[in-house]
């Protein structure tokens, strides 16, 4: 049974790039939430998908974009890269009404140049 | 706003006890989790707590006391494996909703 699962590991883009970032949760979770976690710091909420429309969101801008498929995979797209969009990006995995279980994969770490 | 206090740093001797506070204002609540995350990794599952008082899970222990907003995490017969950055998280998102997440209390073990 196959956890949460993320690629790219490690990127490197140039300010002003745009990048996309996927996921697939584990097999049974229907619900996939995306995290910003600078160093240093805690994951910070960027938006949550469920049945393929963003059902909640953080305080992002509008250069953070999602989506998700009917295979429950997910995508996360940032445009017009900053230096400060640098972070590990979390998605978690979870099956909607069920509570406790929540699953984060090994994350994206994305470096801005 | 929302709001998790958690220390920044703790240290533990191999073998002893720790007590990792969390303190908690949101706006909504449904749930606090305990998270270890080693550097370099993505956070694992320690505990959730709903309800008030303690849950028990092996050498981890989680309290949580609503009124007060205030939650922690105990390590017993730590080991040199459990340096780690602790995570407090409350989902204020509604059921599987959201977290916010606290920065994290970064605990070294010594021998």
């Known amino acids: 049974d196959a956890g949460v699962t993320q690629s790219p590991t490690h990127l490197i883009k140039t300010r002003g790039q745009q990048v996309t970032l996927r996921c697939s949760p584990k097999s049974g979770h229907d619900t996939v939430s995306w995290y910003q976690q600078a160093l240093g710091q805690g994951p910070q909420f960027i938006f949550q998908?469920?049945?393929?429309?963003?059902?909640q969101r953080g305080n992002f801008p509008d250069r953070f974009s999602g989506h998700q498929f009917p295979n429950y995979s997910s995508e996360l797209n940032v445009n017009a890269l900053l230096l400060g969009d640098s972070a590990l990006y979390l998605c978690?995995?979870?099956?909607?009404?069920?509570?406790?279980?929540?699953?984060f994969g090994e994350g994206s770490w994305l470096t801005v140049v | 706003g929302q709001n998790i206090d958690q220390p920044t740093e703790m240290t533990a001797t191999e073998g002893a006890i720790v007590q990792i506070n969390c303190t908690y204002q949101t706006s909504g609540f449904n749930g606090l989790f305990w998270y270890q995350q080693h550097a370099g990794e993505a956070p694992t599952f320690l505990s959730y707590?709903?309800?008030?008082g303690l849950e028990e899970k092996g050498r981890f222990s989680s309290f949580l006391s609503r009124s007060k907003g205030y939650s922690y995490l105990l390590l017993k017969e730590l080991q040199m494996k459990d340096s780690a950055s602790y995570l407090c998280a409350v989902r204020d998102g509604g059921n599987a909703g959201k977290s916010t997440f606290g920065d994290g209390t970064t605990l070294t073990v010594k021998p």
């Open positions: 707590n709903v309800l008030d």
């Open positions: 998908y469920y049945e393929e429309e963003e059902r």
């Open positions: 978690a995995s979870s099956l909607s009404g069920s509570g406790n279980t929540i699953y």
